[in-house]
């Protein structure tokens, strides 16, 4: 069979002997939409292009579950880095539509590498691009999206005017097809793909069978449903698309001002066996333009590390980011950090940020109700009074923006991520620093501070979304003072001399012990945020009445990072629109 590989990006620059030979060896065939390829951990028996078609790449997650590395499309090689280095594949590859594939075996492969140079300098070029970050082709993101409605209500075309109009401000080329292209061949709709960056097809629930082709089609799945409805069970077809099967799909709440809840988030995404779940309330701008960003693929992720008072400065740092126009899309912390990460996803504004923070924390400490220590020096009560004067039953997916934190599981030696659930009970898991305060038990799990064993999620961070993450990381230099432990007076001597509202030195000790065990691991983690803030702050953990000093080493921080930053960078953390 002549293929005529010539079209085909990585192999048109190939002489023309180096590709007659590639010719003669590779084999084509189809692969159906939910087959796999292959699996991670299979040895690299071949080198495959993609002919026509499109497929996904996944691996397992910092939190354990399936990750979306990127889709593969037509031009675009596959397992070439593990059939180059003799290892096994890394990530699990699937169909997410019927597929042409052409596979070049190992053994024609390291042949005709040898003899021809040509190939394995593209070979080498596409591998180098690849591992700074690049892909071969513009187009590699999600770029076909199915909005299907569960109910008749909701304006399909409206929401979706809204969501084009959002998304052309952020210079992405968008089409819109409803109904009308149940009837078209599959060439109508490559010639979409081939013309605009972003497709957005329409279907309805009660359309079954354009609905089936709609999610068929799609590289993920948005499912609008009325905030103030219940799902109904089953909600998607028994034999669901790709997309779904793959849980490429998010639940996409309605809401029109004054609903009366019927359904919780989670019972939706439940039903769905979705991978997320926003809101969009009617007339809201910012939420539009954060589904707008997050389809685009820039959306902006904002993780904060825990540190005792000292994540005071995250304060400063967010307020900087919103001096300069820059919005959060995506929310992550560990213990301190979770708080304030939680209280912007929560909507508050800076002011209320800084209200809330210093009425919580620095007008009377949270950690006054000493007791004798059996499991902790302090009963928690007042930590838990806070937390519910502040975030109320408050489940995490009614939060404005998507928001988790982590705790430590000392059952399993587990990093817990909490996506679902109650936010304060979250955060109380979170804030547990191991005899300091109690342990939070979650059945047979004994939970405590995240910072125990991740005290920076940036990797689970980067998971959710595929924008740009910004860090702020408040534990390097001083946070503890060696002078308090030099001859320290007993506790009834340090309660004369300093009262009963701060903490004593041993609560620096076991707040530092809580994060020392991870800061070498910690240090290669934080590479992988895209900016890192730094702030500069010569304080201890538990010094809660300097809240100005950290907030303004927070600000000052930030202020001179993103003065420093590339346009590149500038352009992503603040698109146009």
């Known amino acids: 069979m002549d293929l005529q590989l010539g079209f085909l990006p990585f192999l048109n620059r190939l002489e023309k002997a180096a590709l007659k030979a590639v010719e003669a060896e590779v084999e084509w065939f189809c692969l159906p939409a939910g087959q796999t ?40 090689p596959i397992g070439e880095m593990a059939l180059v280095e003799d290892r096994p594949h890394s990530a699990n ?19 005709l590498t040898r003899r021809h140079a040509s190939l394995m300098r593209e070979l080498a070029r596409m591998m180098l691009f690849r591992l700074r970050g690049g892909t071969l082709r513009a187009k ?93 069970i089953p909600l998607l077809p028994e034999d669901p698309s790709p997309a779904a099967k793959l849980r490429l799909i998010d639940v996409v709440l309605v809401h029109h001002g004054g609903d009366r809840r019927a359904a919780s988030p989670q019972e939706w995404m439940d039903a769905a066996e979705a991978a997320r779940c926003f809101h969009w309330r009617q007339y809201d701008k910012g939420d539009t333009a954060h589904l707008a960003r997050t389809m685009a693929g820039l959306s902006v992720g904002l993780v904060l590390s825990g540190g005792g008072s000292r994540a005071y400065a995250h304060i400063g740092a967010i307020k900087a980011f919103h001096d300069r126009g820059i919005r959060f899309d995506f929310l992550a912390g560990t213990s301190m950090g979770a708080i304030i990460a939680a209280g ?7 002011e209320e940020i800084d209200w809330r923070l210093q009425k919580a924390f620095v007008t009377t400490s949270p950690l006054s109700d000493w007791t004798l220590p059996v499991v902790s020096l302090v009963r928690g009560k007042e930590v838990e009074k806070r937390l519910l004067e502040h975030f109320g039953d408050v489940d995490i997916a009614d939060l404005r923006r998507p928001f988790f934190c982590v705790s430590s599981n000392l059952t399993d030696g587990a990093v817990r ?12 898991a979170s804030l547990a620093i191991p005899g300091l305060l109690p342990p939070v038990i979650d059945g047979e799990n004994v939970l405590v501070d995240g910072a125990v064993f991740n ?9 959710s979304h595929r924008g740009v993450n910004v860090g702020v990381d408040v534990t390097r230099n001083r946070a503890i003072n060696p002078k308090d432990f030099i001859n320290p007076p007993g506790f009834f001597g340090w309660a004369m001399r300093h009262g009963l509202s701060d903490p004593p030195p041993i609560a620096s000790l076991l707040m530092r012990a809580a994060t020392a065990a991870t800061l070498d691991e910690h240090e290669e983690t934080r590479e992988a945020a895209d900016m890192l803030v730094l702030p500069d702050i010569d304080m201890d953990l538990r010094e809660w009445r300097r809240y100005d000093d950290a907030v303004e080493a927070g600000y000052h921080a930030a202020t001179s990072l993103l003065s420093e930053a590339s346009d590149r960078l500038m352009a992503k953390l603040k698109p146009v629109g």
């Open 455 to 463: 005290n920076f999620p940036i990797k689970e961070l980067k998971a």
């Open 93 to 111: 590859i699937y169909a997410l539509r019927d597929s042409e594939l052409i596979r070049l075996p190992k053994s024609a492969f390291e042949k």
């Open 37 to 76: 390829l292959f699996e991670a951990g299979d040895p690299a028996d071949a080198f495959y292009l993609v002919r026509s078609g499109a497929l996904a790449a996944f691996r397992t997650g910092a939190d354990g579950r399936p990750e979306l590395v990127g889709h593969i499309r037509a031009g675009e």
């Open 140 to 232: 590699s993101e999600p770029r076909v999206f199915a909005f299907v409605s569960t109910s008749p209500t909701i304006d399909l075309h409206f929401r979706a005017s809204e969501m084009k109009a959002a998304l052309e401000a952020l210079g992405r080329k968008v089409v819109v097809a409803g109904e009308e292209a149940a009837g078209w061949p599959p060439s109508r709709l490559n010639a979409l793909e081939d013309e605009y960056d972003m497709v957005i097809l329409l279907a309805r629930m009660n359309d079954f069978n354009w609905a089936r082709q709609a999610m068929g089609r799609a590289d993920r799945i948005w499912l609008l449903a009325r905030a103030d409805a219940r799902p109904s």
């Open 417 to 428: 991520i909490h996506r679902t659930g109650r936010l304060r009970d979250a955060l109380r």
């Open 344 to 350: 912007v996803a929560m909507g508050w504004s800076d």
